[in-house]
């Protein structure tokens, strides 16, 4: 069975419903994410986006805000296009800096840091692009989100390559000012192959 790629009105549970399961919900796409992400360089995680991921965070949006009916569609706008679409991969991409001085210092380093992410499959590079309609770095002073939306396409022989089991993927920045890479685990390579079709 291949995964879903779009959210809908009717995947939606009425809101009490889900908060009667949030906790158990919660705990299950905590295990989920774990096998979903990778830590590159000292400040920066890649969160591995499918379906499963897009429908919790639409209903914890839902949850918190309460804007019933309206603000349904606002999220599915807002959170479908995250949903991998059988041959990419989709990524949040954080950077998590806890002292806000530093944050805003290395943040505005990092101007334009939405061109410098890629996956490495073998010898490919496979570079990320922006997720269209989402701000990464600020027109106004050039400095980079906390959280960036990367799409990274793949080729069927790229794909093909990354199924198979032991293969080396690397996760990275060229950026000037984080050139960083980290080896992604296999189990998360296990459970990103799950994306494709």
Do not use: C
Not at 35 to 58: D, I, K, L, S
Not at 126 to 141: P, S, V, Y
Not at 182 to 187: D, F, Q, W
């Amino acid at each position: 069975m291949s995964p879903k790629r779009s959210l809908t009105r009717a995947d939606i549970l009425p809101p009490e419903q889900y908060a009667r399961e949030r906790g158990e919900r919660r705990r299950r796409i905590a295990a989920l994410k774990r096998v979903r992400r990778v830590e590159v360089g000292p400040f920066a995680t890649f969160y591995f986006e499918n379906y499963e991921t897009m429908w919790q965070q639409v209903h914890e949006m839902l949850h918190i805000e309460k804007g019933g009916e309206e603000q349904i569609a606002d999220e599915l706008r807002a959170y479908n296009p995250l949903i991998p679409q059988g041959s990419e991969l989709v990524a949040t991409v954080m950077f998590e800096i806890d002292d806000e001085a530093r944050r805003k210092t290395v943040l505005a380093r990092l101007s334009g840091i939405e061109r410098h992410m890629f996956l490495q499959v073998g010898d490919e590079r496979i570079r990320g692009r922006a997720d269209e309609g989402r701000e990464n770095t600020r027109a106004e002073d050039g400095k980079a989100s906390s959280v960036q939306f990367a799409h990274f396409p793949f080729t069927a022989e790229q794909k093909a390559r990354f199924r198979a089991p032991g293969t080396q993927v690397l996760v990275g920045f060229d950026h000037p000012n984080y050139g960083h890479l980290a080896v992604m685990p296999e189990a998360v390579r296990a459970a990103l192959a799950e994306d494709f079709d």
